[in-house]
T-cell receptor, first 113, second 115 residues
Framework: AQSVTQLGSHVSVSEGALVLLRCNYS??????LFWYVQYPNQGLQLLLK??????LVKGINGFEAEFKKSETSFHLTKPSAHMSDAAEYFC???????????FGSGTQLTVLP | DGGITQSPKYLFRKEGQNVTLSCEQN?????MYWYRQDPGQGLRLIYY???????QKGDIAEGYSVSREKKESFPLTVTSAQKNPTAFYLC??????????????FGSGTRLTVV
């Protein structure tokens, strides 16, 4: 069984500052890892995913994440926050074969002017 | 463009009523899912279906029912047995493609309010 822990249910950063959203996972098999973003009253949109290959994954809107097997982590980063990045972010894990994702509890990102 | 359509976007239910939320996808995905979202509680799985005419309960299935008569459709009925149905409901779909696993595609959600 898989599980996901997102550290920090609320994160605030100033506009232009580094964004770091933390995600740790537990999986008994090589994981597939995902980050989704949700804007108010909308569905979730895929930001990026790691399945195999390069451990540094680039996504949309300037976000990237690095898969670190030794740390069982998949933290999401963006060098410079923009006001439009304010949203809720969800990390998710799957073992691939199950075709079912396990989601973290989400991190609400606030960007301060 | 392919995607998932949820309707209606807003729905109001009176006490004791059953209501049905629609979810339709034209992505040719095999699996479909229903999630409930409450403030500060993340996503909770209600039901999921891997193939037509088959579905399984998720973590919070009580008070809900589903059907999967067609590959592209997975409607959710919120019954009168669901005592606290006010929430945001999300439908998703997924498939295992030739390039591997792509995760979920989500609809835009239905906000259900009890009046």
């Amino acid at each position: 069984a898989q599980s996901v822990t997102q550290l920090g249910s609320h994160v605030s950063v100033s506009e232009g500052a580094l964004v770091l959203l933390r995600c740790n996972y537990s999986s008994s098999v090589p994981p597939y890892l995902f980050w989704y973003v949700q804007y108010p009253n909308q569905g979730l949109q895929l930001l990026l995913k790691y399945t195999t290959g390069a451990t540094l994954v680039k996504g949309i809107n300037g976000f990237e994440a690095e898969f670190k097997k030794s740390e069982t982590s998949f933290h999401l980063t963006k060098p410079s926050a923009h006001m439009s990045d304010a949203a809720e972010y969800f990390c998710a894990v799957s073992d691939g074969s199950a075709r079912q994702l396990t989601f973290g509890s989400g991190t609400q990102l606030t960007v301060l002017p | 463009d392919g995607g998932i359509t949820q309707s209606p976007k807003y729905l109001f239910r009176k006490e004791g009523q059953n209501v049905t939320l629609s979810c339709e996808q034209n992505l040719n995905h095999d699996a479909m899912y229903w999630y409930r979202q409450d403030p500060g509680q993340g996503l909770r799985l209600i039901y999921y279906s891997q193939i037509v005419n088959d579905f399984q309960k998720g973590d919070i299935a009580e008070g809900y029912s589903v059907s999967r008569e067609k590959k592209e459709s997975f409607p959710l009925t919120v019954t009168s047995a669901q005592k606290n149905p006010t929430a945001f409901y999300l439908c998703a779909s997924s498939t295992m493609g030739t390039g591997g696993y792509y995760g979920y595609t989500f609809g835009s959600g239905t906000r259900l309010t009890v009046v």
